[in-house]
Structure formats: structure tokens, C-alpha cells
């Protein structure tokens, strides 16, 4: 008989005990342990292997690289995220919060590769074939060759692949498959790690590509363990604020493709519609009116430069700790950019409530964005103004200075695109020949801010 297993295994990250444990070690969440019971069997051994019996090592040297096969889904902004398409025999795997738009990308995706007669199996764990059918022919999807198959046992599924044999298979949700190898309930660690493992597998050696949703937790992590991520070929991570029109798809990982790619797309009735110019989406509604606390910074993201509206509110605060929100902003970045702003640039901030806002729902990350951020807060601070027509640029260091950036060439040319005439560029990058936008180079925080001042 199998030997029976019990263990308490921490829902949160993973972290596998032999008791009940009421504090997690490893991610100091309370209360998340739960106990699963996991048969030991020939089964999960035999099916651990991607490669059949029989191989053996080779030089790298004799080793002829294949050419990866892509696939286009016919969706441009989708298809520039995923680095050129879809890759045969990739698993790609696309988290977001609930009612973000997961589905609806991956059914309009499916649609649009059904019309290149490519077979598809789409597994819904989450809603019936009705649904799905309603929500199709609201995105327009109509051809015959999309299969819709409301499951959840993992073996019915993988029956269901080897008599279709599709060349694409969606999987909605990971969290709601479960496979009978493991007794604890979907949505597990365990389940979800064995499923996923699984799916690799068969991905790998039929060829066959697989799409997976996957659910995040409140704090925005993919829910499950962190192997998940490594399991898989591609990261997607789908934000923006469901209340709102505008999503963002940005690239978390991606074995064949460029890590910092962002695509953006409206959501409408009749599904999710590519943004083409985002930069000048996003800078239509900011207001060419001179107010303090403004200005424009240009980010690196991937092969497209996104341009977006920093927004800075600095007032007297009431209380004896003062208020520091940052939406659209690293909050640890702005703790800093305030430190050098006060230390390097004398301006007193200890007693003034900080808000920092990006608009459009970005979220800006690059070392870029810097001295943007420190411009609009001193602006509002001092009651001046940067000039609506100029866009800033530069990373600041601890000790004021501005740093260079990288693709500060393409940077301009976007910015100049969209309309700018001038922009505050770090002392170093002073040589980037470029006659469409007047550069102004600083080499110092207090440089940049005079700048601005004259300008305003």
C-alpha cells in the first residue's frame, strides 16, 4: 500500500512543517497553516521528467540551437509584451486582482488565433460553458476551432489534450485544478505546485502551448508558491484599477523575450482595445495651466519610452508626524528623494504632509523618474511652476548630484514626438546630439530646481 504522508504546509509562501505551527518562520503570517495529506507514489516520479529515458549529456559545442517557433495572436500590443508572440511549447502564466480583465485577454486571444486556424482548448475551472459563451460573443469570438471545456479535475483535463490535441491550451484559473495525486483541496500549495508541474510537462514534450491564470493575493503577490514563477517561461502581470478604463500588462519574466515591456489597453463593452500612442492618451487631460507641483518624466519601458504627469501636494500637516502617500511610486524612492531634498537643498519637509501621485494609473519604477518627482515636490513647496512644455530626466544620488541615464536618446525623440520642445537632462548625457528638443544638462539637484524656476 502507499505510505500516507501528513504535513502543515504555510499557505501563504510554502514553508513546509511536521506540526501546527501558529506563526510562520519563514513570512511571519499568522494563522496560515494548513494540513494536507499527500500520498507518496510511483506516479509523481515518473511523471518529474521533461526529458524521455534514454538521453545523454552533450557538448555545448554539438549542440545545434533550434530556432523557437512564434506564433502571432493578432494582437500587436500582446504580441510586443510576449517578445514577438507566443512560443511553441511555453508556459505563460498571467496574474492580476479579480475582475482585472485575465479572461478577457485570454479569450480575445483565443479567438484571434482560432482565426488562423490554430485548435484551442479553453479549460474553465471558474465559470460554465454558457458563460463563456455569453462573454464570447460579446468580444465577437465565433470560430469553431475553440474548445470550451468546464473542468477542474487536472486528469480529465490532460485526457481532453491527448484526444483534441490542441496546439493551445488555456487554464482558468491554476488555483481552481486540482489533481488526485494530491488529497489536499485546490488552491493549495501542494496542488497548485503538482498541477502546474504537470502542465510543464506537457507542455514541453508535446509542443504544446499553455496559457495559465493565476490569482494574487491582498498584498498583490501571485497566490501559491514562488516555484510556480520559476516553473514557468513567461511572467505576466495585469494591473490597473478595475474601476477604471485602463489596464497595464507588464512583463515579470520572460525567457524569450525583454523583461521590461508594458502594454497598455482599454477596457471596453466589447472587450480589452490596444492603447497605440499611450503617451499622448495619458497627456490629453493634464492641464497646460502654469501650477506648481507638476511635471512630466519620461520612463524606459522596454522598447517604447512612456511619458506620465507627476503629480506633488505639499502643505502644512496638522499632527505631530507627518503624512507621506505615494501612489504610482516606490514609497522607500521618495522617502530618500525627500532626504536629499531637505539635507542637500535646504528645504524644510519635516513638518510637511508629502503627496505624490502619478497619473493614469502607472506605476513608475526606473531610477529615471528621480528627479521629476524631486522637481514637482520642491515646485509646490517653493510655489513656483515647470514649464508645461518641458519634460524632466535623471536618476539623484544621496549627495545631490544627478546621476546619467541610460536610452536618454530615445527618451527625447519620444518626448519631442509628443510635442515637448525642452528637456532637463543629467550633466553626463550633455553630448546626445538631438535638434528636435532644446536639452538643458544639470550636473546638481539645486541646478535642476534653478532651472526650473527660470524657466517658470
Given amino acids: 500500500m502507499a505510505k500516507v504522508k501528513s504535513k502543515w504546509v504555510c499557505q501563504n509562501c510554502g514553508y513546509e512543517s511536521a506540526g501546527y505551527l501558529g506563526k510562520c518562520p519563514e513570512c511571519s503570517s499568522w494563522g496560515s497553516f494548513v494540513e494536507e495529506v499527500q500520498t507518496d507514489s510511483k506516479t509523481s516520479a515518473q511523471n518529474s521528467a521533461f526529458i524521455p529515458d534514454g538521453t545523454k549529456a552533450e557538448l555545448i559545442s554539438d549542440i545545434q540551437p533550434g530556432k523557437e517557433i512564434?506564433?502571432?495572436?493578432?494582437?500587436?500590443?500582446?504580441?510586443?509584451?510576449?517578445?514577438?508572440?507566443?512560443?511553441?511549447?511555453?508556459?505563460?502564466?498571467?496574474a492580476g486582482d479579480p475582475g482585472i480583465g485575465k479572461s478577457t485577454i485570454l479569450l480575445q486571444t483565443s479567438g484571434e488565433l482560432a482565426k488562423q486556424s490554430k485548435k484551442i482548448l479553453y479549460v474553465s475551472a471558474e465559470e460554465?460553458?454558457?458563460?463563456?459563451?455569453?462573454?464570447?460573443?460579446?468580444?465577437?469570438?465565433?470560430?469553431?476551432?475553440?474548445?470550451?471545456?468546464?473542468?477542474?479535475?487536472?486528469?480529465?483535463?490532460?485526457?481532453?489534450?491527448?484526444?483534441?490535441?490542441?496546439?493551445?491550451?488555456?487554464?482558468?484559473?491554476?488555483q481552481a485544478v486540482y489533481t488526485n495525486t494530491v488529497s489536499s483541496s485546490s488552491g493549495s500549495i501542494s496542488q497548485i505546485r503538482e498541477c502546474c508541474n504537470r502542465l510543464t510537462q506537457i507542455a514541453k514534450t508535446k509542443g504544446i502551448t499553455i496559457l495559465i491564470i493565476g490569482h494574487v493575493t491582498k498584498d498583490g503577490n501571485i497566490a501559491g508558491p514562488k516555484v510556480l514563477e520559476h516553473m514557468v517561461d513567461t511572467v505576466i502581470s495585469f494591473e490597473g484599477d478595475r474601476y477604471k478604463s485602463f489596464r497595464i500588462l507588464r512583463s515579470m519574466k520572460n525567457r524569450f523575450g525583454d523583461t521590461s515591456e508594458v502594454a497598455i489597453f482599454e477596457m471596453k463593452s466589447d472587450g480589452l482595445k490596444e492603447v497605440k500612442n499611450p503617451n499622448q492618451l495619458f497627456l490629453n487631460e493634464r492641464s497646460?495651466?502654469?501650477?506648481?507641483?507638476?511635471?512630466?518624466?519620461?520612463?524606459?519601458?522596454?522598447?517604447?519610452?512612456?511619458?506620465?504627469e507627476i503629480q506633488a501636494l505639499v502643505g502644512a500637516t496638522p499632527?505631530?508626524?507627518?503624512?507621506?502617500?505615494?501612489?504610482?511610486?516606490?514609497?522607500?524612492?521618495?522617502?530618500?528623494?525627500?532626504a536629499v531634498l531637505e539635507k542637500r537643498v535646504g528645504l524644510n519637509l519635516s513638518k510637511q504632509d508629502v503627496y505624490v501621485n502619478v497619473t493614469g494609473g502607472v506605476d513608475v519604477s526606473g531610477p529615471s523618474s528621480d528627479l521629476g518627482i524631486a522637481l514637482a515636490i520642491a515646485t509646490c513647496a517653493r510655489d513656483v511652476v515647470v514649464d508645461p512644455q518641458t519634460v524632466i530626466i535623471g536618476e539623484i544620488g544621496l549627495s545631490g548630484e544627478i546621476h546619467p541615464v541610460n536610452n536618454i536618446e530615445k527618451m527625447l525623440n519620444e518626448a519631442a514626438a509628443t510635442g515637448f520642445k525642452k528637456a532637463i537632462i543629467p550633466y553626463a548625457n550633455k553630448d546626445i546630439k538631438n535638434t528636435k528638443i532644446k536639452t538643458v544638462p544639470v550636473k546638481r539637484l539645486i541646478d535642476a530646481i534653478s532651472a526650473c524656476v527660470s524657466a517658470g
Fill in 70 to 94: 512564434r506564433i502571432s495572436t493578432n494582437i500587436s500590443e500582446f504580441d510586443r509584451i510576449l517578445g514577438g508572440g507566443l512560443v511553441q511549447g511555453s508556459v505563460v502564466l498571467i
Fill in 319 to 338: 499632527y505631530s508626524s507627518p503624512r507621506r502617500v505615494a501612489n504610482g511610486v516606490e514609497f522607500s524612492r521618495l522617502l530618500q528623494i525627500l
Fill in 128 to 174: 460554465s460553458a454558457k458563460q463563456l459563451k455569453l462573454r464570447a460573443e460579446r468580444l465577437g469570438v465565433k470560430d469553431g476551432s475553440l474548445y470550451i471545456y468546464p473542468q477542474t479535475n487536472l486528469e480529465n483535463i490532460i485526457n481532453q489534450i491527448d484526444e483534441i490535441e490542441p496546439q493551445f491550451v488555456v487554464i482558468d484559473s491554476i
Fill in 288 to 308: 497646460l495651466e502654469n501650477i506648481p507641483g507638476t511635471a512630466i518624466i519620461v520612463t524606459d519601458s522596454g522598447t517604447r519610452p512612456l511619458l506620465a
